[in-house]
């Protein structure tokens, strides 16, 4: 599976907990913590010094506009802190296309 695909429940995460939810069939049935508790599961498994840039890459294919990219990058840049991992926390740029 690719590590894009991997991260459609950090995706849905992010979205839930933001309230911008794009409603993904039976991905969209369940809750914020299933989803973080999924998307938490596929960071662990990624090696640490990946983490950051695969997360980073994931938000920047969204094509949201920039007032909502500023929310989800701001959630973004914690989600290995909410998985307890390592980095905490990533520095991240978005890209506007």
Not at 3 to 22: F, I, P
Not at 33 to 51: D, F, G, V, W
Not at 81 to 95: D, F, I, S, V, Y
């Amino acid at each position: 599976m690719a590590e894009q695909q991997m991260l459609n429940h950090c995706m849905m995460y992010l979205e839930t907990a933001t309230g911008m939810s794009k409603g993904r069939g039976r991905m969209a049935e369940a809750t914020p913590e299933q989803h973080l508790e999924l998307c938490c599961m596929h960071l662990t498994n990624m090696e640490e010094m990946c983490r950051c840039e695969t997360i980073e890459m994931m938000m920047n294919q969204q094509g949201w506009t920039q007032q909502q990219m500023g929310r989800m990058m701001g959630m973004a840049q914690t989600l290995p802190n909410k998985c307890k991992l390592e980095p905490n926390m990533c520095q991240m740029r978005a890209t506007m296309f």
